[in-house]
């Protein structure tokens, strides 16, 4: 007798999307396709690479979660696998009660592949009190479907046994991962100069109130070469549309802010796709900044970085990996980056990466999970695929007005008119039938059309990008 074949597992993963779909920018920032953080991409991409064997398809779902979509989960899926960051947080909690509810649901193995909690630098969890019934469930039904939760650090960790769990792994973050079991970083020159080529990245937090401003601006004169890497939604539609409706783009401090001195120079970037953020960080010498996967990217193009920690989603990452950190609240506002260079310590993240290679794996492995390291062929077939891709460009300052600049921006708007438009008109057409099947006689107070809700919104950034400078 003939030994059957083994059948592919199907594996669905949580992510905002698969590594191989491109689209344009404009549709992309649509689209939210990381979800409100570029930084996610770098842990899921990490995630599809690492499953992807000879004997897994890796399908992403989109973010969504559905509770109602259970049944055909079950029935399409072998395993559901959730790569999460720093999901214990107040401002989280909604989405993390309807994954529960979704995973309740599920007949699947559920793996949480490094989950974070956010608190401030002391690791006080006080202000995660209120929410401590949303995580007890979620963790129950993630163990309930597995061997073990895998968590990014030391903080979540204890927050996780104080509860009472005892099945919790510190396996740190799939993104330090991306390459296997090696993992290099060399210093280029011995010192920094102003002709180095610097990058900065920070939350609007950390420019805000935590001093980051100074230290960028500081930097934007000593370094000409200085490159601001934005990562939230907001920001790359100040870069890309000049505007945004949320709140927080109106932070001027902000260098994608389009008044500051680097949106007006073209020194900020902001990246759809992992592979292109890391390809274009490499010719780079030096990074920091209180983004921890900003500079997660830049350490994997092997730049040497240091992380500015805030809270203690970074702090614990940082300390788990040997990343070279400084406690923002602790450095001087007229810091140089040359500084933070000449003292960042790569030995233990160098050194110790193979065994934390191996805690990762073997948490896989424990929680029926094959990795491509181990189990395929080291990722090559996944970096091969990624190379016939055309991934579209990072997204820039729009400081240009040439026709050739701005047709793409414009053709797309004018799909987007003519789509709502549609819309519009077959949502009037519901609207009618059920006022005459309602028999009503008078038809209601117009409200303003989505066509011209659209007009007005895409008109705006043309006209402000178009109106002379006062």
Not at 193 to 200: D, G, H, I, M, P
Not at 208 to 223: K, M, N, W
Not at 286 to 293: D, L, P, T
């Amino acid at each position: 007798m003939t030994d059957e074949p083994t059948r592919t597992r199907r594996i669905l993963l949580r992510s905002g999307k698969s590594p191989f779909d491109v689209d344009s920018l404009e549709q992309s920032l649509h689209n939210d396709v990381f979800a409100t953080n570029s930084g996610n991409l770098i842990f899921s991409d990490a995630s599809h690479k690492i499953l992807t064997t000879p004997r897994a398809e890796v399908v992403s779902n989109g973010i969504r979660t559905v509770a109602s979509e259970a049944e055909r989960i079950n029935e399409e899926y072998d395993v559901f696998v959730i790569p999460l960051a720093n999901a214990f947080r107040p401002s989280f909690e909604r989405s993390l009660a309807r994954m529960t509810q979704l995973i309740k649901k599920l007949r699947i193995p559920v793996v949480v592949l490094g989950v974070g909690a956010q608190a401030d630098l002391k690791y006080n969890a006080a202000r995660l009190k209120p929410m401590e019934q949303t995580v007890r469930e979620f963790v129950t039904a993630v163990l309930d479907r597995s061997a073990s939760i895998g968590v990014r650090g030391e903080f979540t960790e204890q927050y996780l046994l104080d509860m009472g769990f005892r099945d919790v792994e510190v396996i740190g973050c799939p993104s330090m991962f991306m390459y296997g079991q090696t993992f290099t970083v060399e210093k280029k020159a011995e010192s920094l100069t102003s002709e180095s080529r610097v990058s900065v990245n920070g939350s609007h937090s950390a420019v805000r109130s935590q001093g980051l401003d100074r230290v960028i601006r500081q930097a934007h004169e000593r370094y000409p070469h200085l490159r601001f890497i934005g990562q939230n939604l907001l920001e790359a539609q100040l870069l890309h549309w000049r505007q945004t409706s949320h709140d927080s783009g109106a932070q001027t401090s902000m260098p994608t802010h389009p008044s500051h001195p680097m949106y007006r120079e073209g020194k900020v970037r902001l990246y759809i796709d992992p592979a292109t953020w890391i390809s274009e960080l490499r010719p780079f010498d030096f990074s920091f900044g209180s983004r921890i996967h900003g500079n997660i990217a830049a350490l994997l193009a092997g730049v040497p970085s240091t992380v500015l920690c805030g809270d203690s989603r970074t702090l614990e990452l940082c300390r788990y990996f040997g990343i070279p950190h400084r406690k923002i609240t602790e450095v001087p506002k007229t810091v140089d980056p040359a500084e933070l260079y000449e003292t960042a310590d790569f030995g233990e993240l160098v050194n110790g990466h193979k065994e934390r290679f191996l805690r990762f794996t073997g948490f896989m492995e424990k929680n029926g999970l094959e990795n491509t390291f181990t189990h395929g062929d080291g990722g090559a077939a996944f970096e091969a695929r990624m190379a016939k891709l055309t991934l579209p460009p990072a997204v820039r300052p729009w400081t240009d007005t040439d026709a050739d600049t701005l047709s793409g921006r414009f053709s797309w708007m004018q799909s987007r008119l003519e789509e709502l438009s549609s819309e519009n008109a077959e949502l009037r057409k519901q609207l009618d039938k059920k006022l005459s099947s309602a028999g009503a006689t008078t038809q209601p107070a117009v409200l303003p059309r989505a066509y011209r809700r659209a007009r007005r919104a895409v008109g705006r950034p043309v006209r402000r990008l178009l109106r002379p400078e006062q």
